[in-house]
């Protein structure tokens, strides 16, 4: 619960503070904010839980209880930084597997202090010998997000545009209802001819206006579709795919629902409505409130109990069963 949340250094609760936030480091143990201010009163301090140095400048709200996963979420990061190598960077696919079986190997030894001074030796060295491919992935992601910030502001400029229209139109059209109206109630009360033919009238010329104006309505413009340097276009879905065309009604054949046949060998049961006529229900115990509610009705037992009697009454080993 939030209310258990609290301070490791002050014991500061979320109860006795409701404000109280929790900061996190890339060591991801938690501090509140007074801790921090008092700690790292000259910009840089060790962390009181493991005692890594750490700067205020790095320190961020807590996401997550654990600090095991405030941990590998920073180190994830920072470490997917520098080693942002996509598919296509590879030969193979077996080579782009083993990579990513590489930086997960990274990420666990970091996260767990597993081997640290030779896995940050193997970071250094995979930062001199791809510093190149790094930066020309970067500024990839760079334009990719930029791009797509820029689509997602024109969605919102078109979204906009459009509630302003629809509002206009609503307006527009409560005036035009007004106006009608008026114009009814004039011709209502100051023209001689007969009232219903005038409210006829008046009906007849709102439904063409109506469909006048249907018919005048622009079309939705659709979303301009933008393609990453990936080749996914966006707007329109991860690229072109073509769908089959939705088959007509008419040419689906309607479903014709056929009785199935069963073996009997006796005396036809009674029906649904002869059960309640001919008495049979005066015999079987009536369904309880809790049993109706489940969907029981008595009729039900009843004709099971009837169908299990009759059935193989007018069976003989010389012959086949009648088909009822």
């Not at 301070?7 to 936030?21: D, G, V």
């Not at 700690?39 to 095991?68: I, T, Y």
């Not at 049961?269 to 008595?298: C, F, T």
């Amino acid at each position: 619960m939030d209310m258990d949340i609290a301070c490791p250094r002050c014991k500061t609760t979320k109860y006795r503070n409701p404000s109280l936030k929790l900061m996190v480091n890339v060591c991801g143990h938690g501090l509140c904010e007074s801790c921090v201010d008092l700690l790292f009163l000259k910009g840089s301090g060790n962390c009181p839980e493991c005692g890594v140095a750490l700067r205020r400048s790095n320190f961020r709200v807590q996401l997550f209880e654990d600090s095991n996963v405030e941990k590998e979420v920073d180190i994830r990061r920072r470490v997917l930084r520098d080693f942002n190598k996509k598919e296509e960077d590879f030969s193979s696919l077996r080579e782009y597997n083993d990579y990513l079986e590489e930086v997960e190997t990274i990420i666990f030894n970091l996260v767990n202090n597993v081997d640290q001074l030779e896995t940050n030796k193997k970071i250094e060295k995979f930062k001199k010998e791809n510093r190149e491919l790094i930066l020309k992935n970067k500024a990839r992601a760079g334009r990719e997000e930029a791009e797509l910030e820029a689509l997602l502001e024109e969605e919102a400029a078109q979204e906009e545009a459009r509630r302003a229209q629809i509002a206009m139109e609503e307006k527009e059209e409560k005036r035009r209802k007004i106006r009608n109206k008026e114009a009814l109630i004039d011709e209502l009360m100051f023209s001689t001819g007969n009232a219903q033919s005038i409210v006829r009238t008046f009906a007849e010329s709102r439904a063409q206006d109506a469909a006048a104006l249907a018919q005048a309505a622009p079309a939705p413009v659709p979303v301009k579709a933008t393609q990453f340097s990936t080749g996914i276009q966006i707007g329109r879905g991860s690229g072109h795919i073509e769908f089959l065309p939705v088959p007509r009604a008419d040419d689906t054949p309607l479903f014709h629902y056929e009785a199935p046949q069963r073996l009997f060998d006796g005396p036809s049961p009674p029906s649904w409505q002869e059960v309640d006529q001919l008495g049979y229900l005066a015999h079987i115990r009536g369904a309880s409130d809790e049993e109706r509610a489940g969907g029981y009705n008595s009729h039900i037992g009843c004709l099971r109990a009837l169908e299990d009697a009759m059935a193989g009454l007018y069976y003989r080993a010389n012959r086949e069963g009648s088909v009822f």
